[in-house]
């Protein structure tokens, strides 16, 4: 992570991008809130002189980003207002029956510009072991809690001996039985999944999912689907989340070699995302039209196990809501 890319000029200079279009990305750069953050070994699947590759896409920020756009808010899934239960405040969120997101930390290992967190004011969250107290407190207290997702921000940000600890606390709450573990990480860092990450994930009695982040198929180079395989031959069931996002997924072939090569290594496609409507990601977002036809293709064309649920998060309902 420390030698992540911070810079969109940079970004731009490494992939050799034409001077008309580096000029378009510097115009938007000044001011920016949420910074650019592009680890080495993301940046590497890229294609250079390519403006228009689908993970350069992802994280590099454009003009659009400062439109406005009708219905796209900063808090676009009511976390940061309504009741305390669905609020990031306490760094633990209980929005759905049985199970509770634990905030674990507010760093990623790459910014992608179409979060929904990316207004979030992580800085305000607090860390260090104190800060689990009381999260855990309120875990303690309920329970018809049987799963706890470590979130963030990215969980394995964290070190292995403050990841150790966190889930040893959690452990200890008895009606705790799985851990779910949402990280981009094995995704743009793939290193991450040490051997020693993979001895503390089943030194654990709570059985542990992990639940990855990859968009498109190019993002799965060989380091990437050796870690996957790493974490699922020591018995991790690892599920993907992706984003539907124009430019970057919003073909039939991509989302089908996508789901072709989760599935080749054992990897499950669980969710296609709808965009949240978060302020400066309108240029982002598929018409759900568009996205209904596309799963509805990889339905004729792949085993059912392959297709993913398309959901969108709407404030208020008891789940997520399959479209
Ligand atoms: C998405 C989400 C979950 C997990 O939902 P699943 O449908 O079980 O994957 C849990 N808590 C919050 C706050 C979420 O946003
Ligand atoms: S890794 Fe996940 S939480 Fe972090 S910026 Fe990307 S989408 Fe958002």
Excluded at 15 to 42: H, S
Excluded at 66 to 86: H, K, M, N, R, Y
Excluded at 117 to 123: E, I, L, M, V, W
Excluded at 128 to 149: F, H, R
Aim: charge should be neutral.
């Amino acid at each position: 992570m420390k030698r992540a890319i911070r810079s969109a000029e940079v970004l731009c200079q490494r992939l050799e991008l034409p001077a008309e279009f580096n000029r378009r990305v510097a115009e938007a750069a000044p001011g920016n809130p949420f910074p650019v953050f592009v680890p080495l070994e993301f940046l590497s699947r890229m294609r250079p002189g390519d403006c228009r590759d689908p993970l350069l896409r992802q994280v590099l920020p454009l003009p659009e980003e400062g439109d406005t756009a009708a219905g796209f808010s900063t808090d676009p899934v009511g976390e940061l207002q309504g009741s305390p239960a669905a609020s990031l405040s306490v760094g633990l969120l209980r929005k759905y029956h049985g199970r509770a997101l634990l905030v674990a930390s507010g760093a990623c290992g790459v910014h992608c510009r179409y979060c929904f967190r990316r207004h979030f004011p992580y800085d305000t969250v607090p860390h260090g072991d104190a800060a689990w107290d009381q999260p855990l407190a309120m875990l303690s207290d309920d329970p018809t809690l049987d799963e706890v997702i470590l979130s963030g921000g990215d969980p394995l940000v964290l070190t292995d001996p403050a990841l150790e600890n966190l889930i040893r606390r959690v452990a200890e709450v008895p009606h705790v039985r799985r851990l779910r573990i949402h990280s981009r990480l094995p995704i743009v860092i793939p290193q991450r999944i040490t051997e020693r990450l993979l001895d503390l994930l089943r030194g654990t009695r709570l059985s542990t999912w992990m639940v990855v982040h990859a968009n498109h198929p190019t993002e799965l180079d060989a380091a990437t689907l050796a870690a996957l395989g790493r974490l699922v031959d020591r018995g991790i069931p690892v599920l993907n989340q992706a984003v539907l996002l124009r430019g970057v997924n919003d073909q039939l072939a991509a989302l089908e070699q996508l789901c072709r090569t989760l599935v080749d290594h054992r990897v499950q496609p669980y969710y296609l995302h709808q965009l949240d409507r978060v302020a400066g990601a309108a240029h982002y977002e598929v018409p759900v039209a568009r996205g209904r036809q596309l799963v509805a293709e990889l339905r004729t064309r792949l085993p059912g196990y392959a297709v993913p649920t398309y959901v969108v998060e709407q404030a208020g309902e008891p789940s997520k809501t399959p479209l």
